[in-house]
């Protein structure tokens, strides 16, 4: 193992120990570093030159999206000032070079509020019309988590790592634990989705208990993301809906939702679990139904009379 590689593997130990970031955060630094890794043609990290990190990122211009180049940015420049601090190197190359670059905003998808109404229709008439116990059973769970996707505006990654004790339907509220293990507790605000909760948390007692998770498959494990992915595809279907629905999607709804009822944009950051009011104001470029009312309603061009 060079010098490189060695400092690399320090260094996500690090992170993993000291920081204690998450699997999948881990998983893209490991990505990002080796990536760089096997670009550059050095063993020795006190080689590496600012003209050699200029072409690299050069490089990945080519190949990625400004997004995923930023982070891959970020997860080299993390390693860098690792180093330095460990006074492995004694100059920082990043310090010699500017990185910058217009990242495009991509406004997020959601998904119009009476497609939200035909799809849970159809799932809750599926389920009436369900033939045996092993489908009405699997049709419940899915009920549930779609109606706390949609009431609580959580990750599918949050929704999936739920714990039996997170979930508590006699105060009406749910602790979820968030990016860098944040925790944020959000109340249900539905009586409709607390019964639905309550039925499937009933029927799937045994299973929740066995795996520890509030949302279990029927074999006793905890329910998959790959798996609340199959199941919205299957709904989607059944319920005649052109558009590509994502538990994302949800998520999106639920901000954009609230934020055209005028809630304020810090109660909509601290339910999302968002750390900066920077990334919930995405959802200001999509209100435009709320923009059309005010403009129609509210601009004095309206008054004027010819």
């Not at 400092?7 to 990536?35: F, S």
């Not at 045996?132 to 109606?147: C, G």
Request: aromatic share 10%; with cysteine; hydrophobic share 35%.
């Amino acid at each position: 193992m060079n010098n490189l590689q060695t400092h690399m593997k320090n260094y996500l130990e690090h992170c993993k120990n000291q920081k204690r970031l998450d699997g999948k955060t881990l998983k893209a630094y490991r990505i990002d570093l080796n990536q760089f890794q096997a670009a550059v043609p050095l063993s020795d990290i006190s080689d590496i030159t600012p003209e050699i990190l200029e072409d690299f990122i050069a490089g990945l211009h080519r190949i990625y999206k400004p997004r995923t180049v930023k982070r891959k940015i970020a997860s080299l420049r993390a390693l860098f000032h690792y180093c330095e601090y460990k006074e492995i190197i004694i100059q920082n190359p990043f310090y010699k070079i500017q990185v910058k670059f217009r990242e495009p905003v991509v406004l997020p998808k959601t998904i119009p509020l009476h497609t939200v109404e035909s799809f849970l229709s159809a799932m809750y008439k599926y389920h009436a019309r369900a033939k045996t116990h092993y489908q009405r059973k699997n049709t419940l769970r899915d009920i549930a988590v779609v109606e706390l996707l949609f009431a609580t505006g959580m990750r599918i990654s949050e929704l999936c790592s739920l714990k039996r004790e997170d979930v508590n339907l006699f105060d009406k509220n749910i602790l979820i634990y968030g990016k860098g293990s944040k925790e944020r507790k959000i109340q249900i605000g539905n009586d409709d989705v607390i019964h639905i909760l309550e039925k499937y948390q009933h029927a799937f007692s045994d299973d929740i208990k066995n795996c520890g998770y509030f949302f279990a498959s029927q074999n006793g494990c905890r329910l998959s993301e790959q798996a609340v992915r199959r199941a919205i595809n299957k709904y989607t279907g059944i319920a005649s809906i052109e558009i590509h629905i994502t538990p994302h999607m949800f998520r999106h709804t639920f901000a954009t939702s609230l934020l055209e009822a005028d809630v304020d944009i810090r109660y909509i950051q601290e339910m999302l679990g968002h750390s900066s009011i920077n990334i919930t104001e995405i959802y200001t470029h999509v209100a435009m139904s709320k923009q059309r009312d005010i403009l129609s309603t509210k601009h004095p061009r309206k008054n004027f009379h010819f």
